[in-house]
């Protein structure tokens, strides 16, 4: 999660291919949404239930696909279409929210994420959205308590947890810094084998001077079955030298292998993988809602044997 306005202005380009095909599917699904619009003129033009759940997952499909290239503009259009055609389906409402707040339009944020509660209640996913607008608005406390409340509905959630860590560790209140040691602790008891947290475990420990709560996290990464860089420094010889420092008792000394091996595993795909497993790629916070909550979706029957 980020915490505050600057965080999030511009987006991270993917890869060219990945792109791509994402585009593709945009234009996919467009093409498919205007060839299936009933025409005028043949006498089809008022919608069946049928046709108008359909347009309603065409919808959503056309904008997650918009937001999977980044092209916010045109989600926010097409889940406006999605609420002006369902206004009440809660996920066109989140969606919404989640788009204004990635364009930094947190008013409107609050707003369409107000009349996506007023219709779904308090849930997990809404609360954590909440969290995360106080939070780039520079509402820690208001951020964290929002968060608890989420983790309190759903408390096996480790992204949950993650968020709020992020923003007690960005407080600028260092009663709220201190208490981000036991979502680490809770995280790692959810996720073990995670290798950015039990980095962030060791050095949260080291930095408090703490060599024996630093350990066990160490010995969790020296027997971890990752692909190890051996350039510019082989990763392999910073984890020997990190277990050497705690044998003797020196956190000052295992600070700098510490920071050198997160430095050259952050680029690789363990770290990539591990990350993704407790929040969204950099430039992209929030998790966007796919299911209908409201609209019942009902999928096809499958063909009938030969």
């Given at each position: ?19 791509s095909?994402?585009w ?8 498919r ?8 003129d043949s006498?089809?033009?008022e ?6 759940i ?5 919808l ?20 406006e ?6 206004p ?12 204004a ?7 409107s944020?609050r ?7 007023q ?11 909440a ?14 308590d929002?968060?608890?409340q ?12 993650y ?7 960005h407080?600028p209140?260092?009663?709220l ?12 008891a ?16 080291l930095?408090?001077?703490d ?16 692909e190890?860089p051996?350039e510019?420094?082989?990763a392999?010889t910073?984890?020997?030298?990190l ?21 050259i595993?952050?680029?690789?795909v363990a ?12 430039g ?23």
């Open positions: 999660m980020f915490t505050n306005r600057t965080q999030i202005r511009g987006i991270v380009a993917g890869g060219m291919l990945c792109c095909i994402a593709a599917v945009v234009v996919m699904i467009g093409c949404e205007r060839s299936q619009t009933p025409d005028a006498g089809t033009s919608p069946t239930p049928t046709t108008e359909d347009r309603l997952v065409r959503r499909n056309l904008g997650m696909a918009y937001l999977d290239v980044g092209l916010t503009a045109e989600a926010a259009r097409t889940f279409e999605l609420t002006d055609a369902a009440n389906e809660p996920m066109g409402w989140y969606n919404r929210a989640l788009i707040m990635r364009r930094d339009k947190l008013d944020a707003e369409f994420l107000d009349r996506a509660q219709l779904a209640g308090r849930r997990p996913d809404i609360l954590e959205l969290g995360a607008i106080a939070a780039m608005d520079g509402r820690h406390t208001e951020a964290a929002l968060l608890s989420a983790i309190a509905l759903d408390s096996e959630d480790v992204r949950l947890r968020a709020l860590f992020e923003v007690l560790r407080s209140d260092p009663k810094r201190e208490t981000g040691g036991e979502q680490l602790g809770a995280m790692i959810l996720r073990p084998d995670n290798l950015e947290l039990r980095i962030a475990a060791a050095r949260a420990a930095d408090r001077g060599v024996n709560a630093a350990t066990p996290h160490i010995n969790a990464l020296s027997v971890m079955d990752i190890w051996t510019p420094i082989d392999r910073l984890v020997e030298q277990q050497q420092a705690v044998e003797k008792g020196d956190a000052t000394a295992a600070r700098r292998p510490l920071l050198q091996l997160r430095n595993l952050a680029p690789g770290f990539r993988d591990a990350h993704r497993e407790l929040a969204t790629p950099a992209e916070p929030g998790h966007p809602l796919w299911k209908f909550l409201s609209v019942e979706i009902v999928p096809p029957s499958a063909a009938p044997p030969n």
